[in-house]
């Protein structure tokens, strides 16, 4: 346990190292979504009442491309000097990568939605009429779900031809239930109908379960052959 | 050794030539929906082979984990295969049938958006496989289906919870209650009919992955041992 841990730790201090020096995945990340942001507002041109509708739609499409743009570039760094290929021989457990890029991965999402949140506000002129504290919740769990999954996928993809065009392909359609309750809980907290409990209990879930299979499974992903 | 293909695929025929009378003959007109309910007899056998078909996926995905045999890898890639054409004729069949009774092509119910998800999965499971290469394709496309499988239960859930402002339509001449003896026997028949063809499309594409296999194995070999020869191929 000590040694996951310490790998772990050791895997996210170097990604999170890597990422503050030449800030790439964060930059490239931030500008997409920023740009789908502007694409969005000028092509809908909502109202306050119909912003408060479709919001929630619109912050986690950007997320969910952007996310993209950061998850391709995850495992490309590791593929440099053959640094998969030396990890696939030492003797550290394959969770720990796995764990350590999630991790960060998560921390740059979360960063840049953090960034996005001011621009949203002011873009389509928002004010949520529920509890607003509990979009953080949403924020972290709805991060995590798409994280995970896609980390794990971004893994699988890097396998394949022309892997920039497959992590898409197959990350979509298996997040489909998790953009759904992200979705219908952010438009639940910003219209102040209903309460966003259920879906935050199903992001829970969908959290533990996900995160469970992709640690049973990633070790036959790193070592396929 | 003589291939029993043959007899096989007539029999199949002739199961198909009866189910296909049944739905269009032998079973009685629905009162209100008229012959268009004879549809039918084409969408839900259509839709219990196409999730028999991936029922079985996921099972030779997860077999394939812990055996790593290629055999069930060849019934995998041959299940999902017919699972996607069948759940296709599903999706197809649907609004047909849909659009004169409830008045619309598409709801987004959670019986009929799972079965378009599942659908994106597993077309999303044939893109893996066809983009990937070599011995590492097998186990990358069953960890998908695993995770696939694993989708589907949230999928259904999901709809159910987060998408409950449409209405319910109403399936009239269901699989429910008060059905006709004569249309039950159809819709078994058709069944029957198509479950076997499906039988005999997957076993016809599990041979030709196991040829493909060893044509593969049998190039590699000729590689190592002649590669001058493999060079100049």
Known sequence: MSTLFRVTRATLAKDLRLEWRSKDAFNAMLFFALLVVVIFSFSFEPTAEEARRIAGGLIWVAVLFSTIVALNQAWARELRHQVLDAYRVSPAPANALFLGKTVGNFLFVLAVELLMAPLFIVFYNLRALGPSHQMLYVLALGTWALVVNGTFFAAISLRTRSREVMLPLILFPISIPAVLAMVSATTTILTGEGSARLALTFLAVYDVVFTTVSLLLFESVLHAE | ?233
């Not at chain 2, 004879?38 to 999730?51: G, K, L």
């Open chain 2, 1 to 233: 050794m003589k291939s029993p293909l043959p007899i096989l695929a007539l029999l199949t025929g002739a199961l198909l030539s009866f189910g296909l009378y049944q739905a269009r003959v032998a079973a009685p007109t629905e009162q209100t929906m008229g012959d268009i309910q004879r549809i039918f007899y084409y969408h839900v056998p259509s839709a219990w082979v196409a999730f028999l078909c991936f029922t079985a996926n996921v099972l030779f995905s997860i077999h394939y984990l812990v055996r790593r045999s290629a055999k069930v890898d060849a019934l995998a890639v041959s299940t999902a295969e017919v699972g996607v054409v069948f759940c296709t004729v599903v999706l197809v069949t649907g609004p047909l049938w849909a659009k004169p009774v409830w008045g619309i092509w598409w709801t987004w119910d959670a019986r009929l958006t799972s079965t378009l998800v599942l659908w994106l999965i597993y077309v999303s499971y044939l893109v893996l496989r066809r983009f990937s290469t070599g011995s590492q394709k097998p186990v990358l496309a069953a960890v998908l289906a695993v995770f696939g499988f694993v989708d589907v239960i949230f999928v259904y859930m999901s709809i159910r919870w987060f998408r409950t402002q449409h209405p319910q339509p109403v399936i009239g001449g269901g699989e429910g209650s008060g059905i006709h003896p004569d249309m039950l026997f159809a819709l078994l028949a058709n069944f029957a009919a198509f479950l076997a063809f499906a039988l005999l499309v997957v076993w016809v594409r599990y041979r030709l992955e196991r040829i493909r296999h060893s044509l593969d194995e049998f190039h590699a070999l000729a590689a190592v041992r002649a590669p001058e020869e493999a060079r100049s191929r």
